[in-house]
């Protein structure tokens, strides 16, 4: 009974319809991998589980022996605690032990034709695509059905790097780059996660991996490896104005433009995100807004201060990033 209803426990997440970020629900080949490990030892240990409970509840239970009674020549223990004690649990664990090391080398990191750097920041990601001179943030695309290779460090603290449909978890350093991999199975969107507490906002640095067909991510590639868009009117370009005026290119990057800054997400291609604050909200005119007016109400403790902008100006510098698509 225990076991049953820690079973139902378990899976009442399954039934809410955020799947989008469950180990559970794999959706490529090192996931499925990993969760066919998770679901062996959980029915192997589930099946040692009753049975210990099934011995203790037979000793507690059982027909008391009066001293005197019984057969003294005949001890239970010996045979009993050889087989259970030393036999059986030394079987489990060596067959837990060869299947995990298995899995272990069978999550090796294949060839791949696709390199992206992702780099965590307080509480970021920024993310490069090395081979093709793209810079985005808090969005990594990628060609559904392929392994996809990842050089993953950090500016500041240890992160870690976590999309648990599509692989296990990897430290994101400082001072080192880990190499890792994800593939997804079929085109879709996989909620990421950093997985290692990193501060005051851990819990909103996450981030989405959108998987393209390879046609797709070509074409995607290549429209991002454009710079930015020309302002197209004049609220645009006073925006654009504005923006440089206030100081928002020290810190951002808008490429083709005098904003070159790094310690900020790079907002080459803006208006395409589909949110901001690293996951958190959608991107859209309010949100964006709201955010660029006070951005440590929305996430207390990030780096992008408050901005004094009057009204014309907020206006104008947001609507000229949502045009950058
Ligand atoms: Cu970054 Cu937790």
């Known amino acids: 009974l225990p076991l049953l209803l820690l079973s139902l426990l378990l899976l009442l997440p399954g039934c809410a319809e955020e799947r989008q970020q469950s180990a559970l629900h794999p959706e490529g080949e090192p ?60 079987i489990v ?23 992206i750097e992702v ?6 990601w920024e993310v490069r695509y090395p081979d093709h001179g793209i810079i985005t943030a808090n969005e990594l695309h990628i060609p559904a059905g392929e392994p996809v290779h990842l050089k993953l460090s950090s500016a500041d603290v240890v992160h870690s790097f976590w999309v648990p449909q599509l692989h296990g978890k990897m430290d994101m350093l400082p001072d080192h780059v880990n190499t890792f991999w994800i593939q997804a199975g079929r085109p879709g969107t996989y909620r990421g996660q950093c997985a290692e507490y990193c501060g005051e906002q851990h819990a909103r640095m996450s981030f989405h991996v959108v998987a393209l067909e390879r046609d797709e991510f070509d074409q995607w590639l290549a429209r991002r490896a454009q710079p930015a868009r020309e302002p197209t009117t004049d609220v645009h370009r006073s925006g654009q104005r504005a923006f440089m005026e206030a100081g928002c290119n020290t810190c951002h990057a808008i490429s083709g433009t005098e904003a070159h800054g790094r310690a900020g997400p790079d907002l080459t291609h803006m208006g395409s995100r589909p949110s901001i604050g690293a996951g958190q909200w959608p991107n859209n005119y309010a949100n964006l807004a709201g955010w660029i007016a006070n951005p440590q109400s929305l996430k207390p403790g990030n780096h992008m201060p408050r901005s004094y902008l009057d009204a014309d100006e907020l206006h104008e510098i947001t609507t000229y990033l949502l045009s950058l698509e």
Do not use: C, K, N
């Not at 780099?119 to 970021?124: E, N, P, S």
């Open 31 to 90: 996931a499925q991998i990993i969760a066919g490990l998770w679901w062996f030892m959980f029915y192997l240990l589930g099946a040692v589980f009753i049975i210990v409970m099934g011995v203790a509840a037979w000793a507690v239970f059982r027909p008391r022996i009066e001293p005197g009674e019984g057969d003294a020549d005949e001890p239970v223990g010996d045979r009993f605690i050889i087989v259970s004690g030393i036999a059986l649990p030394s």
């Open 119 to 124: 780099i965590g920041h307080l509480w970021w």
């Open 93 to 115: 664990l060596v067959v837990l032990l060869v299947y995990s090391l298995t899995v272990t080398v069978s999550l090796r990191q294949p060839d791949s034709a696709v390199t």
